[in-house]
T-cell receptor, first 113, second 115 residues
Framework: DTGVSQNPRHKITKRGQNVTFRCDPISEHNRLYWYRQTLGQGPEFLTYFQNEAQLEKSRLLSDRFSAERPKGSFSTLEIQRTEQGDSAMYLC???????????FGPGTRLTVL | AQSVTQLDSQVPVFEEAPVELRCNYSSSVSVYLFWYVQYPNQGLQLLLKYLSGSTLVKGINGFEAEFNKSQTSFHLRKPSVHISDTAEYFCAVSVTVLGAQKLVFGQGTRLTINP
């Protein structure tokens, strides 16, 4: 068990650029979650997958955001036309179906200049 | 809708002193409750969780929490803190959505340990 991994750990981009983050969950976990954490706040739910199916999206996830989990393993989160308000830590977590605990990755810190 | 309030944004204590981090939740249904810790520039690590049963829950690193249904609280305690406990602590409640458990977090409490 190598834990949840996320890449990159840090990303600095200019406003208007597109960015993509990757999350690799714990290998046997079929549920995968994305959260966003802004400075001084707790994480907020964005979306979650069971296997390759995206089952819920928060209203925080605007049209500029898209998440995929094409083969039910790793997931990507893309932000198009980034804005300064997108600057945050993006956290990924995974769990087993029926599991009561989510295991978090180290996060990707995005800075939009 | 479920929500979580952490009553203190910052808690400074001296090393080896006891500490309590307060958490209140609101929910109209039975809940699962969690405490996570976040060290600088890292993700969240589970400290402990309450699912059912005994209201006193013991976790890692000497932390424990008590679930109080009548006061809708889930306060985190440690009898003697160490410098290494300096971190941000988050209380969370789970919300079941389409069979999966989405976490709703409080705003966090920054614990600072002074020598």
């Amino acid at each position: 068990d190598t834990g949840v991994s996320q890449n990159p750990r840090h990303k600095i981009t200019k406003r208007g650029q597109n960015v993509t983050f990757r999350c690799d969950p714990i290998s046997e976990h079929n549920r995968l979650y994305w959260y966003r954490q802004t400075l001084g706040q707790g994480p907020e739910f964005l979306t979650y997958f069971q296997n390759e199916a995206q089952l819920e999206k928060s209203r925080l996830l605007s049209d500029r955001f898209s998440a995929e989990r094409p083969k039910g393993s790793f997931s990507t989160l893309e932000i198009q036309r980034t804005e300064q308000g997108d600057s945050a830590m993006y956290l990924c977590a995974s769990s087993l179906v029926g599991g009561d605990t989510q295991y978090f990755g180290p996060g990707t810190r995005l800075t939009v200049l | 809708a479920q929500s979580v309030t952490q009553l203190d944004s910052q808690v400074p204590v001296f090393e080896e002193a006891p500490v309590e981090l307060r958490c209140n939740y609101s929910s109209s249904v039975s809940v699962y409750l969690f405490w996570y810790v976040q060290y600088p520039n890292q993700g969240l690590q589970l400290l402990l969780k309450y699912l059912s049963g005994s209201t006193l829950v013991k976790g890692i690193n000497g932390f424990e929490a008590e679930f109080n249904k009548s006061q809708t609280s889930f306060h985190l305690r440690k009898p003697s803190v160490h410098i290494s406990d300096t971190a941000e602590y988050f209380c969370a409640v789970s919300v079941t959505v389409l069979g999966a458990q989405k976490l709703v977090f409080g705003q966090g409490t920054r614990l600072t340990i002074n020598p």
